[in-house]
T-cell receptor, first 113, second 116 residues
Framework: AQSVTQLGSHVSVSEGALVLLRCNYS??????LFWYVQYPNQGLQLLLK??????LVKGINGFEAEFKKSETSFHLTKPSAHMSDAAEYFC???????????FGGGTRVLVKP | EAGVAQSPRYKIIEKRQSVAFWCNPI?????LYWYQQILGQGPKLLIQ????????DSQLPKDRFSAERLKGVDSTLKIQPAKLEDSAVYLC??????????????FGPGTRLLVL
């Protein structure tokens, strides 16, 4: 069965500092991987996705993630945090042909001025 | 392009009462999903529709939860009777056609349910 582990339920960064959110997955088939962001009282918004091809994926709002098959990881980074990046971030893996998503537990990001 | 619409946004009920949530997906999206997001956790898929047929309902508590998408467009999710542990945000999502590689799911704002 597929699963997703996000290390750290809370991350605190200073404005302008690097944001690094960790995601490890398990999958019995080549994975499709996603990062979503959720702002308070809102639904989830897609940041980026990996399906096939280039392993470094660029998304919206300056975020990017790198698929590393050998490490079964898909960590999310942003070089310089902005106050507007304060939100909860979810990593997800697509499971099977039915397009079911299995989500990690989420990481809440706090940005300090 | 209009996004996924959900109503109501908030609902408070007492245990053993019934409640229904409504979702209207993005126009033209064949696939519709209902997720349950308990506080502090990631969303969990309850049921997936392809047009008006069920693709996956393996995690739907069928003794109390039901869902339908009769005309292949909008959908309702019902809980009857509700339990305290059903307190959560219920998210609806849609995608164009995952079978053709259009797999990105677009999420609505959710319905926040509190069972007292």
């Amino acid at each position: 069965a597929q699963s997703v582990t996000q290390l750290g339920s809370h991350v605190s960064v200073s404005e302008g500092a690097l944001v690094l959110l960790r995601c490890n997955y398990s999958s019995s088939v080549p994975p499709y991987l996603f990062w979503y962001v959720q702002y308070p009282n809102q639904g989830l918004q897609l940041l980026l996705k990996y399906t096939t091809g280039a392993t470094l994926v660029k998304g919206i709002n300056g975020f990017e993630a790198e698929f590393k098959k050998s490490e079964t990881s898909f960590h999310l980074t942003k070089p310089s945090a902005h106050m507007s990046d304060a939100a909860e971030y979810f990593c997800a893996v697509r499971t099977g042909g039915g397009n079911k998503l299995t989500f990690g537990g989420g990481t809440r990001v706090l940005v300090k001025p | 392009e209009a996004g996924v619409a959900q109503s109501p946004r908030y609902k408070i009920i007492e245990k053993r009462q019934s409640v229904a949530f409504w979702c209207n997906p993005i126009s033209g999206h064949a696939t519709l999903y209902w997720y349950q997001q308990i506080l502090g956790q990631g969303p969990k898929l309850l049921i997936q529709f392809q047009n008006n047929g069920v693709v996956d309902d393996s995690q739907l508590p069928k003794d109390r939860f039901s869902a339908e998408r009769l005309k292949g467009v909008d959908s309702t999710l019902k809980i009857q009777p509700a339990k305290l542990e059903d307190s959560a945000v219920y998210l609806c999502a849609s995608s164009f056609n995952p079978m053709a590689g259009q797999e990105t799911q677009y999420f609505g704002p959710g319905t926040r349910l509190l069972v007292l």
